[in-house]
């Protein structure tokens, strides 16, 4: 990733993000994500009493992605779109268990990196 990305602060363990909370973790203004509401339809955060907006993990993400696209990678909004698109259609032709196994090898071989390094 760019150095601007890295930059961002971890996302937390949490299940719901206010608009201000996801404007921090993403450098990126409330008004910003509101029209980004609208013009990527990957981007729906749940909408609660008075219209309020609380954004999930998955949610965060993607607004890191089209902020990656746009600022860092010089996408227009549309070409961002169809980025995005592209993404997650790649995404979706991955099976699901290939992933997990993958992740679970990862894990696998770090925990027997940290035993060696404990013993």
């Known amino acids: 990733m760019n150095p ?3 930059t961002l602060p971890p996302i937390p363990e949490k299940r719901y993000f206010t608009i201000g909370e996801v ?3 993403c450098s ?3 008004h ?3 029209y980004w509401e609208q013009e990527f339809p990957q981007l729906k955060p749940v909408k609660r009493r008075g219209n309020r ?3 999930k993990q998955q949610d965060v993400q993607t607004v890191r992605n089209i902020r990656e696209l746009l600022y860092e990678e010089g996408f227009t909004i549309s070409g961002a779109r169809l980025q995005l698109k592209e993404r997650n259609k790649a995404m979706a032709a991955v099976p699901a ?3 997990s196994d993958s992740l679970n090898k990862i ?6 990196i940290i035993a ?3 013993g």
């Open 97 to 99: 268990g290939s992933a």
């Open 107 to 112: 894990r696998r071989e770090l925990e027997n």
């Open 28 to 30: 990126v203004k409330p």
């Open 23 to 25: 404007s921090d973790l």
């Open 53 to 55: 907006r609380y954004y």
């Open 4 to 6: 601007s990305t890295d």
């Open 32 to 34: 910003v994500l509101r």
């Open 116 to 118: 060696s390094l404990d």
